[in-house]
């Protein structure tokens, strides 16, 4: 019973370290697509508004929280090819011990 459990655990890992990369870039692209569309929509919006409006200063806190958000993109980045890395590690470690390693 125990060997039929493990054999299943790693089936299901089979092939997670590279499959984990494509699905990590394509989620750290996404993410920067959408606050680029939210920051241009609302430098659009903040565009049409009149200053000191209180209009103006939501879309403006809101387009500095953006900002903000995206200064962290490269710590984000760091830490998906991090995690990435790590899935490689063990990806190779459970192939060097004989476990599900092919693709």
């Given at each position: 019973m125990k060997t039929s459990l493990q054999?299943?655990?790693?089936?299901s890992q089979k092939g997670?370290?590279?499959?984990g990369l494509s699905n990590a870039a394509i989620?750290?692209?996404l993410l920067v697509l959408v606050v680029t569309?939210?920051?241009?929509v609302l430098q659009t919006v903040r565009?049409?508004?009149?200053?000191?409006?209180?209009?103006?200063n939501i879309t403006n806190d809101?387009?500095?929280s953006l900002g903000t958000f995206s200064d962290f993109f490269?710590?984000?980045?760091v830490v998906v090819v991090f995690a990435v890395i790590i899935?490689?590690?063990?990806?190779?470690?459970?192939r060097g011990q004989g476990g599900s390693g092919s693709l």
């Open positions: 054999s299943k655990i790693k089936m997670q370290a590279l499959g989620a750290v692209i569309v939210g920051a241009t565009g049409t508004q009149t200053a000191g409006n209180a209009d103006f809101g387009l500095n490269s710590v984000i980045v899935g490689l590690f063990a990806f190779l470690t459970l």
